[in-house]
């Protein structure tokens, strides 16, 4: 199954989804949207009022200033994969439970993940950034770069956590400012590993005894 088939199948399931308590209060579940191949994977929290009305990613006002930071550093949307820890929204904006992140962790994000194979991944909150840096604390570890299985991995305060405490707002601006520097760094490395081209083996010239011929002009 290639990865286009894989995502089409994680949303698919994510739809109809009864695993955990977070189905008894969905209008639409959020699988999240991309490119298939997206060098970079964004991983928020969960779906929210706005999210759960659309079937989006990130279409409330903390996706109005995901939209703005990407502009920022000259992306766009459908440049990256946006999505979510879990697929459904929990009622009033709660944090979501341990056994609703496990059990949409295992059956859909490590999915969309080794699907999609992206180069970095940008954790938006604690939750997404417990699933790569365990016990860490995004407050000392935010806007920092961490490889983990093969991947860089960015971590940063949630757009929504600026937008509630004002105080988070130049942090997240300025995390945002450095991707552009890792992402060329991933880059390079990514071109370092690619094999040199071959040389080609020059070609024997072919032995020819006679004496050269030379040619006049009149």
């Not at 059956?107 to 992206?118: D, F, K, T, V």
């Amino acid at each position: 199954m290639d990865a286009e088939e894989v995502l089409k199948q994680v949303a698919g399931e994510v739809a109809v989804c009864t695993k955990c308590a977070l189905h008894n209060s969905r209008k639409k579940a959020v699988p999240g949207e991309g490119p298939i191949h997206a060098e970079i994977l964004f991983v928020g929290e969960g779906p929210g009022f706005y999210e759960n009305e659309q079937g989006r990613p990130f279409v409330g006002a903390a996706g109005q200033f995901l939209d703005e930071l990407l502009s920022s550093i000259h992306l766009k949307r459908s440049d990256v994969f946006i999505t979510n820890v879990v697929k459904c929204r929990p009622p009033g904006n709660r944090d979501p439970l341990p056994d609703e992140v496990s059990t949409c962790t295992s059956s859909y994000l490590q999915r969309q993940i080794e699907a999609i194979n992206p180069k970095m991944v940008v954790t938006l909150g604690r939750y997404s950034m417990g699933l790569f840096l365990k016990d860490a604390k995004i407050s000392q570890v935010h806007g920092r770069m961490y490889q983990v299985d093969g991947r860089m991995v960015v971590p940063m305060f949630h757009p929504a956590a600026a937008l509630h405490q004002p105080a988070l707002k130049d942090s997240v601006v300025a995390d945002f400012g450095r991707l552009p520097g890792w992402i060329a760094q991933m880059r390079r490395e990514e071109e370092a590993k690619k094999p040199a081209p071959e040389e080609p083996t020059p070609e024997t010239p072919a032995e020819d005894h006679d004496e050269p011929t030379q040619l006049s002009l009149f």
